[in-house]
């Protein structure tokens, strides 16, 4: 059986939901295909739980901090189970959204693994679906490296539904997922170490601001060893699991969670078969209008190597409907992606880091910090402290890069984001009036330059 359609999406992610919904708004005919839960990794394993999670890692020390304010708390037990569960029957609410929002504008759902037969053609099991574009947007997926007994620890996707909560966990990676987890630990009480084999976390991000991080989350209890990587893994007669380090050593937890990398979820699309062309680490190769070397064939999202982030994929979804369906006039531009990592405390960064503006301009950068003890903190006597960064081009005063290590630095850096997208200079925020008594107005007092590069 042979159906024609305008548009067949492989995929009920971010990416492929917006673009299914937007397609099938313009009239086109619509079919999307998703083989696991609606939504894709943001809604089900990725942001909104972990977001959850981190919520509810963040009371402990909020109960510990009132007493500083004179508040007597009496803190009650932990209960796993309850956070689990309450996040499930959120994110079943959310499935049905998702759901909700394609059925409206006609975008037909089909439940099933979906496969490229040929150019232009789609199967799902024994239904063949003909379509003028085949649009790819799969994701991605954790990924384990080839560890002697690495069938003994989880992934980040597998957190999300463990039986019980540890006493002890070892977190493997150092990039903003293991980063996130081993705080979320940590606040819910389990001894966290974290391990990565480079020589500092947070790769990619401003080295002030790696460095700043893993000073702050050192202090809330997370233990980082860096330059640290397993070797072999067992799992013992007690239940436990012992690592054995690169360097010969041993230690044991009761959870064992490797949060190194993820990889594009490719397979068995028939991509190899059809010729499109791909990246040795397994992203599709597109153009600017998301088009693979094979016409008619289309990708975005995670599964293409842009930044994984859910607002770029839902983003691109709406480019892409625009090139094929609309005007053709949206663009999308990479270059100031705002990013916050939510660990504690959280970082927010937009723009360039010092080390890639000094070497995009050299001699012609300028860079404004401030760092300090938050005011909620000089009665709760915790030991937290903020950092903000400016990256200033000097020979225009334009503002290239903004960060920021402290409580609600995401929040904060959402704005700043739209400052530089409009081409904010310091000049803009020097003469902005802030906002008093916040730790947000920092960025509209800087006035003394830190260092000049």
Not at 80 to 109: A, F, H, M, Q, S
Not at 292 to 320: K, S
Not at 324 to 340: N, S, V
Not at 366 to 378: A, G, N, Q, R, V
């Amino acid at each position: 059986m042979s159906e024609q359609y305008d548009l067949v999406v492989i995929g009920a992610g971010s990416g492929g939901v917006r673009a299914s919904r937007m397609a099938a708004a313009t009239g086109a005919k619509v079919a999307v295909i998703e083989n696991m839960y609606m939504g894709g990794t943001c809604v089900n394993v990725g942001c909104v739980p972990k977001k959850l999670f981190v919520y509810a890692s963040e009371f402990s020390a909020h109960l510990d901090h009132a007493e500083g304010f004179g508040l007597e708390v009496i803190k009650k037990h932990f209960d796993w189970k309850t956070l689990r569960d309450n996040k499930t029957k959120e994110i079943n609410r959310l499935n049905g959204i998702y759901n909700k929002i394609l059925e409206g504008p006609g975008v037909e759902i089909i439940r099933g693994t979906g496969s490229i037969k040929a150019q232009g053609i789609v199967c799902v099991g024994d239904r063949e679906l003909h379509t003028k574009r085949i649009l790819i947007a799969t994701g991605g997926w954790p990924f384990k490296p080839n560890v002697p007994g690495i069938e003994h620890a989880i992934d980040s996707n597998d957190v999300f539904s463990m039986e019980t909560f540890p006493k002890d966990i070892i977190v493997v990676g150092g990039g903003y997922i293991a980063v996130e987890f081993a705080g979320i630990f940590k606040g819910l009480g389990a001894n966290t170490r974290l391990l990565y084999r480079g020589d500092q976390i947070l790769r990619g991000f401003d080295q002030e601001v790696r460095d700043y991080a893993a000073q702050e989350i050192t202090k809330s209890g997370v233990e980082i060893s860096v330059n640290t990587d397993i070797k072999a893994i067992e799992k013992l007669a007690n239940g436990r699991i012992s690592c054995t380090l690169t360097d010969d050593s041993n230690i044991e937890c009761d959870t064992l969670m490797y949060a190194t990398g993820r990889r594009p979820k490719t397979d068995n699309l028939g991509l190899e078969e059809l010729g499109v062309t791909l990246r040795k680490d397994g992203t599709i190769v597109t153009d600017d209008q998301f088009e693979t070397n094979i016409p008619g064939v289309f990708a975005l999202g995670d599964v293409i190597g842009t930044p994984a982030l859910t607002p770029v994929a839902l983003q691109q979804g709406m480019v892409f409907v625009d090139q094929q369906f609309g005007e053709g006039k949206r663009t999308i531009d990479y270059k100031l992606i705002p990013t916050a990592v939510f660990c504690q405390p959280n970082i927010g960064t937009v723009g360039l880091t010092e080390e890639e503006a000094v070497a995009a301009h050299p001699s012609d950068i300028d860079i404004f910090t401030s760092e300090f003890k938050p005011l909620k903190h000089t009665i709760t006597g915790a030991d937290e402290r903020t950092l903000m960064k400016l990256v200033v081009r000097r020979s225009d005063d334009r503002v290239i890069g903004v960060h920021m290590v402290g409580e609600a630095a995401g929040e904060i850096l959402q704005g700043l984001a739209v400052a530089m997208q409009a081409g904010a200079t310091k000049a803009h925020l020097d003469s902005t009036i802030g906002i008093h008594p916040t730790a947000a107005e920092e960025f509209v007092t800087m006035r003394s330059v830190t260092r000049s590069l």
